[in-house]
């Protein structure tokens, strides 16, 4: 299945979190926050994942950098050695030669610098700790990087207090390039910055992204940004995946009713364009108590007698993309387009 | 036009620590009418939400009301001056909830957890009105179905915690409504919600403003909330409305540099995929490195040496309804004729 050109490949993978209640910690059911979930990422690729609160795209990426343990199903990773090994089963040790090559950008740039450290330290160590060079060898490293991110050499020997917003965030992304990974995972990277920083941000990880070849997994709940970033897009719902297309496809011809609401949703900056909106009621199914058949359907306003007894699975449709609805194949939805 | 239900002119609202002053507001003025919403946009430290605090004279200290005039129509026809009120005098009370209602942005802080919220909502109620504890409770769980909360007879005994973001944030629409206010100021109402949870709190204040022909002050740094919702747009940078007018002009006739590069910069659902976006150059100045003139000269495209850091550019009227603050659109002051 696995082609040279994917970087990243998840089968199935699901994260339960057990429900325990009285003095024998007896389990009394699962939060099932992510519930198989599968998807890839070639080199130089952007997907995004995208969804309400709760609905499990933070869980996979965590999963994803293994910073908690998956209930079952594999990640497989390609290695810069192109091996392909599974991260979902390997212990600490096992995973850290390969951590280097998997790295988060965070969305607060202003609680994830250390205070006390000096940018050319903040950058630099990973480094240290991997062991990569001397001190003159990290130095002239930690100089790359801040011109890759375009902040001023002047800067190294600053503290993090002294920085915008947007600066912050260009000083984790030089610490996150420094062992030259082949992933990047960014949760939220841009959603805590002002409007204008925003931009300047966005612009610089597609730059980098062309440049270095990085693969992006981007979660995010804005879908202004995750349409300037992205080439393909996965909605999640519930701890599944319940569309996932190319991203022009998605916003134009969303397949799924929930992308077609969430699409509805967004207010377009631009007052002649106030539309009727597909107002949702009610509130993202509860992940302990997921709702039978497709978990969207107490919501759904298409929803059928088979949509409440069978769960609907992710089906290949034309276009490149995947949904998983019973009634893909009837229903004509509405998208958004530069010309409607 | 009808006349305006608070005109504000000038305001001028402070900060002064021991370090300095931090001119959070300096300079504002707008008019609210009933059934209209005012949007006012800007991003951090713009002095949006200071704004709103001035209005109702909540700003903590060191900050004050130093300028400006803030004229309140009140229900009886009196005019108040809220700039010059004593800001805990028993008038200021009464005017702040029953004369103008007020959500912000992070509903979890703003109810308590210790009093259910039906306990909120009724002490609202009973702290304008003549009421008797049965007919407040009665009416709390009125304004709680008419901000859309499922089952309101039960959940009024509920607490804020046990509520999801989007229904603590209707709840503090009840309790911003609960005294029957003739303007609702609105500081980042949906911010902390997802989109869908959005569009729902959107529609849910369109709704109330239609019924009771509220004037609204929505305050926001989202250009996609302001052209769903305002009739009219105040852009503030650094304490001060660089440009106001109506939202169609706002957005298809921009006349601020600051604004333009705004629009430009804003992500869109509409853009094609992978499309780079316009950006200004820069970032926000700290509070207390303020340029001279112009403080938006330093980032700006059509910066001109001499004019736009030197005197601060006064407000120009184009036209009856649209103004703005910028040595394009009108002479430096004391260059001649």
Known sequence: MTDERTVLSVEGLKKYFPIRRGILRRLVGNVKAVDDVSFKIAHGETLSLVGESGCGKTTTSRCILRAIRPTAGAIRFRTDQQRNVDVAGLSRTELRPLRRQMQMIFQDPFSSLNPRMTISDIIGEPLLVNGVGDLAERRKRVAELLDLVQLPLAYMNRYPHAFSGGQRQRIGIARALALNPALIVADEPVSALDVSVQAQIINLLLELQERLGLSYLFVAHDLSVVKHVSHRVAVMYVGRIVEMAPTEALFRTPRHPYTEALLSAVPVPDPRKRAKRIVLAGQVADPSRVPPGCAFHPRCRYAVERCRAEIPQLQPVEGGGSVACHRAGELALAGVAADG | ?337
């Open chain 2, 1 to 337: 036009m009808a006349e305006p239900m608070l005109s504000v002119r000038d305001l001028k609202t402070y900060f002064r620590p021991d370090e300095g002053v931090v001119r959070a507001v300096d300079g504002a003025s707008f008019d609210l009418y009933p059934g209209r919403t005012l949007g006012i946009v800007g991003e951090s430290g713009c002095g949006k939400s200071v704004t709103a605090r001035s209005i109702l004279r909540i700003v903590d200290r060191p900050g004050k009301v130093e300028g400006g005039n803030m004229l309140l129509r009140r229900g009886d026809g009196r005019v108040v001056d809220l700039a010059k009120i004593d800001d805990s005098s028993a008038e200021m009370r009464d005017i702040r909830g029953g004369e103008i209602g007020y959500v912000f942005q992070e509903p979890m802080s703003s109810l308590s957890a210790f009093y259910t919220i039906g306990n909120q909502v009724i002490e609202a109620i009973r702290l304008h009105h003549k009421v008797t504890a049965k007919e407040a409770r009665d009416r709390a769980i009125e304004l709680l179905q008419l901000v859309g909360i499922p089952r309101p007879e039960q959940r009024v005994d509920s607490y804020s915690f046990e509520l999801s973001g989007g229904l603590r944030q209707r709840v503090m629409i009840a309790l911003a409504l609960a005294a029957e206010p003739r303007i609702l100021i609105a500081d980042e109402p949906t911010t902390a919600l997802d989109v869908t949870t959005q569009a729902q709190i959107l529609e849910l204040i369109r709704k109330i403003q239609d019924e009771r022909q509220l004037a609204v002050v929505l305050i926001t740094h989202d250009m996609g909330v302001i052209a769903e919702m305002a009739d009219s747009v105040s852009v503030m940078y650094l304490g001060k409305v660089v440009e106001s007018g109506p939202v169609d002009e706002i957005f298809h006739a921009p006349k601020h540099p600051y604004t333009q590069a705004l629009l430009r910069s804003i992500p869109s659902v509409l853009a094609e995929p992978r499309s780079r976006l316009a950006t200004i150059a820069g970032s926000i100045p700290h509070p207390y490195a303020r340029p001279p003139g112009c403080t938006f000269h330093p980032r700006c495209r059509d910066f001109m040496a001499g004019t736009c850091d030197g005197e601060a550019p006064p407000l120009t009227a184009l036209d009856a309804v649209h103004e703005v603050r910028c040595y394009l659109y009108g002479r430096r002051a004391g260059a001649g004729t």
